[in-house]
T-cell receptor, first 115, second 113 residues
Framework: DAMVIQNPRYQVTQFGKPVTLSCSQTLNHNVMYWYQQKSSQAPKLLFHYYDKDFNNEADTPDNFQSRRPNTSFCFLDIRSPGLGDAAMYLCATSSRAGTGTDTQYFGPGTRLTVL | GENVEQHPSTLSVQEGDSAVIKCTYSDSASNYFPWYKQELGKRPQLIIDIRSNVGEKKDQRIAVTLNKTAKHFSLHITETQPEDSAVYFC????????????FGSGTRLQVQP
Protein backbone atom coordinates (compact mmCIF):
# COMPACT_ATOMS: atom_id res chain seq x y z
CA ASP A 1 0.00 0.00 0.00
CA ALA A 2 2.96 2.32 -0.50
CA MET A 3 1.63 5.76 -1.34
CA VAL A 4 4.81 7.81 -1.69
CA ILE A 5 7.76 5.86 -3.00
CA GLN A 6 11.33 7.01 -3.16
CA ASN A 7 14.20 5.42 -5.04
CA PRO A 8 16.81 4.58 -4.25
CA ARG A 9 16.58 4.33 -0.46
CA TYR A 10 20.35 4.71 -0.19
CA GLN A 11 22.56 6.53 -2.67
CA VAL A 12 26.30 6.88 -2.55
CA THR A 13 27.97 9.32 -4.90
CA GLN A 14 31.33 10.94 -5.30
CA PHE A 15 32.10 14.56 -4.68
CA GLY A 16 30.99 16.50 -7.77
CA LYS A 17 29.29 13.57 -9.50
CA PRO A 18 25.69 14.38 -10.47
CA VAL A 19 22.98 12.35 -8.84
CA THR A 20 19.22 12.04 -9.34
CA LEU A 21 16.74 10.98 -6.70
CA SER A 22 13.23 9.96 -7.64
CA CYS A 23 9.82 10.12 -6.02
CA SER A 24 6.56 8.65 -7.19
CA GLN A 25 3.09 8.71 -5.69
CA THR A 26 -0.11 6.75 -6.10
CA LEU A 27 -2.29 9.32 -4.35
CA ASN A 28 -2.89 11.53 -7.39
CA HIS A 29 -1.95 14.53 -5.28
CA ASN A 30 -1.27 17.72 -7.15
CA VAL A 31 1.42 19.08 -4.82
CA MET A 32 4.83 17.45 -4.37
CA TYR A 33 7.62 18.64 -2.08
CA TRP A 34 11.30 17.96 -1.64
CA TYR A 35 12.86 18.34 1.80
CA GLN A 36 16.43 17.98 2.98
CA GLN A 37 16.90 16.63 6.48
CA LYS A 38 20.27 16.52 8.18
CA SER A 39 20.97 14.60 11.33
CA SER A 40 19.04 15.81 14.38
CA GLN A 41 17.44 18.64 12.41
CA ALA A 42 13.99 19.41 11.12
CA PRO A 43 13.15 18.81 7.46
CA LYS A 44 14.07 21.84 5.36
CA LEU A 45 11.95 22.60 2.32
CA LEU A 46 13.96 22.87 -0.90
CA PHE A 47 11.11 23.40 -3.38
CA HIS A 48 7.69 22.19 -4.32
CA TYR A 49 5.43 21.77 -7.32
CA TYR A 50 1.82 22.74 -7.41
CA ASP A 51 0.82 20.82 -10.50
CA LYS A 52 3.50 21.98 -12.92
CA ASP A 53 4.08 25.27 -11.18
CA PHE A 54 7.56 25.17 -9.64
CA ASN A 55 8.20 27.03 -6.38
CA ASN A 56 11.78 27.42 -5.21
CA GLU A 57 12.72 28.38 -1.66
CA ALA A 58 14.87 31.51 -1.57
CA ASP A 59 17.78 29.77 0.16
CA THR A 60 17.84 26.60 -1.94
CA PRO A 61 21.24 26.40 -3.63
CA ASP A 62 21.39 26.49 -7.44
CA ASN A 63 23.08 23.10 -7.22
CA PHE A 64 19.64 21.60 -6.59
CA GLN A 65 17.17 21.27 -9.43
CA SER A 66 13.87 19.48 -9.81
CA ARG A 67 11.70 18.05 -12.55
CA ARG A 68 8.11 16.89 -12.53
CA PRO A 69 7.29 15.22 -15.85
CA ASN A 70 3.80 14.18 -14.77
CA THR A 71 1.52 14.08 -11.73
CA SER A 72 2.99 10.88 -10.36
CA PHE A 73 6.71 11.52 -10.58
CA CYS A 74 9.12 14.12 -9.30
CA PHE A 75 12.91 14.13 -9.46
CA LEU A 76 15.60 15.88 -7.46
CA ASP A 77 18.83 16.53 -9.35
CA ILE A 78 21.98 17.50 -7.49
CA ARG A 79 24.34 18.75 -10.15
CA SER A 80 27.60 18.75 -8.21
CA PRO A 81 27.19 17.18 -4.79
CA GLY A 82 29.38 18.48 -2.03
CA LEU A 83 30.13 16.91 1.33
CA GLY A 84 27.59 19.25 2.89
CA ASP A 85 24.82 17.78 0.75
CA ALA A 86 24.98 14.46 2.54
CA ALA A 87 21.55 14.14 4.15
CA MET A 88 18.21 12.38 4.06
CA TYR A 89 16.05 13.66 1.20
CA LEU A 90 12.34 13.41 1.81
CA CYS A 91 9.61 13.66 -0.76
CA ALA A 92 6.10 14.56 0.35
CA THR A 93 2.75 15.08 -1.32
CA SER A 94 -0.47 16.86 -0.50
CA SER A 95 -3.75 17.53 -2.21
CA ARG A 96 -4.84 21.11 -2.50
CA ALA A 97 -8.59 20.93 -2.13
CA GLY A 98 -10.98 23.68 -1.26
CA THR A 99 -9.79 26.42 1.03
CA GLY A 100 -8.52 24.26 3.85
CA THR A 101 -4.93 23.28 4.49
CA ASP A 102 -3.79 19.82 3.54
CA THR A 103 -1.99 16.94 5.15
CA GLN A 104 1.43 16.11 3.79
CA TYR A 105 2.36 12.47 3.29
CA PHE A 106 6.05 11.67 3.37
CA GLY A 107 7.98 9.05 1.49
CA PRO A 108 10.57 6.86 3.26
CA GLY A 109 13.43 9.10 2.16
CA THR A 110 16.68 8.61 0.31
CA ARG A 111 19.84 8.76 2.38
CA LEU A 112 22.59 10.36 0.32
CA THR A 113 26.23 9.79 1.13
CA VAL A 114 28.89 11.89 -0.61
CA LEU A 115 32.41 10.49 -0.65
CA GLY B 1 7.77 34.27 6.72
CA GLU B 2 6.61 31.87 9.39
CA ASN B 3 8.88 30.97 12.30
CA VAL B 4 8.10 28.03 14.58
CA GLU B 5 9.90 27.51 17.88
CA GLN B 6 9.68 24.21 19.72
CA HIS B 7 10.55 23.30 23.30
CA PRO B 8 12.04 21.34 24.91
CA SER B 9 14.67 19.92 22.58
CA THR B 10 14.92 16.76 24.67
CA LEU B 11 12.46 15.23 27.10
CA SER B 12 12.88 12.16 29.26
CA VAL B 13 9.91 10.69 31.14
CA GLN B 14 9.14 7.48 32.99
CA GLU B 15 6.81 5.01 31.38
CA GLY B 16 3.24 5.87 32.32
CA ASP B 17 3.93 9.56 32.86
CA SER B 18 2.66 12.33 30.62
CA ALA B 19 4.76 14.31 28.14
CA VAL B 20 4.09 17.82 26.89
CA ILE B 21 5.81 19.52 23.97
CA LYS B 22 5.17 23.16 23.17
CA CYS B 23 5.44 25.23 20.01
CA THR B 24 4.97 28.88 19.21
CA TYR B 25 4.45 30.39 15.77
CA SER B 26 4.85 33.89 14.43
CA ASP B 27 2.43 34.18 11.48
CA SER B 28 -1.05 34.97 12.72
CA ALA B 29 -2.40 33.81 9.34
CA SER B 30 -1.27 30.23 10.00
CA ASN B 31 -4.26 27.98 10.46
CA TYR B 32 -3.02 24.39 10.23
CA PHE B 33 -0.81 22.75 12.85
CA PRO B 34 0.29 19.14 12.37
CA TRP B 35 2.50 17.04 14.61
CA TYR B 36 4.85 14.46 13.17
CA LYS B 37 6.62 11.58 14.87
CA GLN B 38 9.89 10.42 13.39
CA GLU B 39 11.64 7.27 14.52
CA LEU B 40 15.33 6.85 13.80
CA GLY B 41 15.96 6.41 10.08
CA LYS B 42 12.27 6.53 9.19
CA ARG B 43 9.92 9.00 7.58
CA PRO B 44 7.97 11.60 9.55
CA GLN B 45 4.54 10.22 10.32
CA LEU B 46 1.57 12.47 10.99
CA ILE B 47 0.16 11.65 14.41
CA ILE B 48 -2.37 14.42 14.92
CA ASP B 49 -3.23 17.82 13.49
CA ILE B 50 -5.44 20.73 14.40
CA ARG B 51 -6.97 23.55 12.44
CA SER B 52 -7.48 27.01 13.80
CA ASN B 53 -11.24 26.71 14.07
CA VAL B 54 -10.89 24.36 17.07
CA GLY B 55 -9.03 24.70 20.34
CA GLU B 56 -8.39 21.08 21.20
CA LYS B 57 -8.32 17.70 19.52
CA LYS B 58 -7.80 14.30 21.06
CA ASP B 59 -6.99 10.87 19.66
CA GLN B 60 -6.64 8.17 22.32
CA ARG B 61 -3.49 9.01 24.32
CA ILE B 62 -2.57 11.99 22.17
CA ALA B 63 -4.07 15.48 22.33
CA VAL B 64 -3.22 18.82 20.82
CA THR B 65 -4.29 22.21 22.13
CA LEU B 66 -4.18 25.51 20.28
CA ASN B 67 -4.22 29.04 21.65
CA LYS B 68 -4.60 31.37 18.67
CA THR B 69 -4.38 34.52 20.73
CA ALA B 70 -1.04 33.55 22.20
CA LYS B 71 0.04 31.79 18.98
CA HIS B 72 1.08 28.59 20.62
CA PHE B 73 0.07 24.96 20.42
CA SER B 74 1.03 21.92 22.43
CA LEU B 75 1.20 18.16 22.11
CA HIS B 76 0.15 16.08 25.11
CA ILE B 77 0.91 12.38 25.36
CA THR B 78 -0.58 10.55 28.33
CA GLU B 79 0.37 7.13 29.72
CA THR B 80 3.60 7.14 27.77
CA GLN B 81 5.05 3.87 26.53
CA PRO B 82 8.59 2.99 25.39
CA GLU B 83 7.38 2.88 21.78
CA ASP B 84 6.52 6.57 22.07
CA SER B 85 10.27 7.26 22.10
CA ALA B 86 11.07 9.24 18.93
CA VAL B 87 11.64 12.76 17.66
CA TYR B 88 8.49 14.85 17.46
CA PHE B 89 8.16 17.83 15.12
CA CYS B 90 5.47 20.47 15.19
CA UNK B 91 4.70 22.49 12.08
CA UNK B 92 2.52 25.33 10.87
CA UNK B 93 1.12 26.49 7.58
CA UNK B 94 -1.66 28.65 6.24
CA UNK B 95 -4.35 28.28 3.68
CA UNK B 96 -3.85 29.83 0.30
CA UNK B 97 -0.50 30.65 -1.23
CA UNK B 98 1.94 27.79 -1.22
CA UNK B 99 0.82 26.02 1.96
CA UNK B 100 4.36 24.87 2.70
CA UNK B 101 4.93 23.60 6.22
CA UNK B 102 7.36 25.36 8.53
CA PHE B 103 8.74 22.87 11.02
CA GLY B 104 9.87 23.35 14.58
CA SER B 105 13.34 22.15 15.51
CA GLY B 106 12.12 18.89 17.03
CA THR B 107 11.90 17.28 20.46
CA ARG B 108 13.62 14.01 21.24
CA LEU B 109 11.35 12.10 23.62
CA GLN B 110 12.80 9.24 25.60
CA VAL B 111 10.40 7.07 27.60
CA GLN B 112 12.24 5.11 30.26
CA PRO B 113 10.76 1.67 31.02
Amino acid sequence: DAMVIQNPRYQVTQFGKPVTLSCSQTLNHNVMYWYQQKSSQAPKLLFHYYDKDFNNEADTPDNFQSRRPNTSFCFLDIRSPGLGDAAMYLCATSSRAGTGTDTQYFGPGTRLTVL
Amino acid sequence: GENVEQHPSTLSVQEGDSAVIKCTYSDSASNYFPWYKQELGKRPQLIIDIRSNVGEKKDQRIAVTLNKTAKHFSLHITETQPEDSAVYFCAASRAGGRRALTFGSGTRLQVQP
